[in-house]
């Protein structure tokens, strides 16, 4: 048994009191009837007095006085078990983690840009199971399939372009590990719900043809969405060090300046063969806004049917009870009826 408010147990020291005070009372009551009447005098004028009816009235009010601090301070006894469901779509976001996303020319960066609103959609996701791939020339399951936001969060925020091996773009690979992961959860039958792949990227690919992954994502039912986040002006990509310093802009092998530009036309041929949609992120957020309408679009399924144990309050038992003991002490009769 546990108490929501056990501080209320306390006031249970009344009713010794008020016992101890009684007791008191009826002591020097006794002793003042004493000096006026005699036994017999007394008890003929108390004629039909009925101790034990007293006694009765007596326990019943100060039993419904403890049972009513007793429910007062919450008592919880028991299980009871409450059922909760979970639904939403299965989504992987897959982040693109080459150098090109250092580009400022959305600000302050376009991964900074990117990881802003993946947050944003993290923020207005209700049961729905998120992961996080990231990915540049070679890719990894940054985050397993989760109802935990907040971990997500934390794996997010830690996603940087310096943390892998390669600075190039291969979506072939993003995708592979997207089946994969995809793969490990068909294991549950019990879910119908839709699976999406939301690849943000500024499109530029340096990898292997990715025709062959997005074919078996196709043969899972995987939907895939495409974000693109960059200008079609683009911009130069910027090389800082530890302490933040600008030192420089990536060159390419010729020792040219490389400017870095959003290329749609691949994440719009992703989208399009991956049975999804093409968005756009520039300096607003419409494209994530828009792609969560679409989400909400997609065919929802049971995740999590959990059952949680908690303690039943039993207040109100105690509470009637005391109430009824309340009630039988101010009507019980101390006087019988002589015949």
Do not use: C
Request: proline residues 3%; hydrophobic residues 40%.
């Amino acid at each position: 048994m546990i108490w929501q408010d056990g501080i209320y147990l306390w006031f249970l020291l009344i009713i010794p009191i008020l016992l101890a005070a009684s007791w008191w009372y009826n002591k020097q009551l006794d002793e003042k009837r004493k000096k006026y009447f005699g036994a017999d005098l007394f008890e003929k004028l108390r004629s039909g007095f009925w101790p034990l009816g007293k006694r009765i009235r007596n326990a019943s009010i100060y039993g419904g006085i403890a049972l009513l601090m007793i429910a007062a301070a919450g008592p919880k006894l028991g299980t009871e078990v409450r059922e909760v469901k979970r639904q939403g779509v299965d989504l992987l976001i897959a982040l693109d983690l080459s150098a090109s996303m250092n580009a400022e020319d959305v600000k302050p960066s376009r991964l900074e840009k990117a990881k802003y609103e993946i947050s944003r959609l993290i923020d207005r996701l209700d049961g729905d199971r998120v992961g996080l791939i990231v990915f540049t020339g070679e890719a990894y399951l940054q985050s397993p399939m989760t109802l935990d936001y907040s971990a997500l969060r934390l794996f997010l925020n830690i996603a940087e372009t310096d943390q892998m091996p390669s600075s190039s773009t291969n979506f072939s690979a993003a995708m592979q590990t997207a089946s994969e992961a995809f793969g490990s959860i068909e294991e549950d039958k019990k879910t119908k719900a839709a699976k999406v792949l939301m690849i943000i990227s500024d499109g530029e690919n340096h990898g292997e043809s990715y025709e062959g992954a997005l074919q078996e994502l196709q043969d899972q039912n995987v939907s895939v969405y495409t974000l693109g986040i960059g200008t079609d002006a683009g911009t130069t990509i910027p090389l800082y060090n530890d302490s933040g310093s600008l030192l420089g802009y990536k060159r390419n092998e010729t020792g040219e300046v490389v400017t870095s530009k959003l290329q749609p036309q691949v994440l719009q041929s992703i989208a399009e063969d991956g049975n999804g949609e093409f968005y756009e992120i520039r300096s607003g957020g419409s494209g994530i806004d828009a792609f969560l309408g679409r989400l909400d679009e997609l065919q929802q399924g049971e995740f999590a049917n959990q059952e949680y144990a908690d303690f039943k309050n039993q207040y109100q038992w105690l509470a009637g009870i005391g109430l009824l003991f309340l009630l039988i002490g101010m009507v019980f009769p101390k006087y019988r009826v002589v015949e």
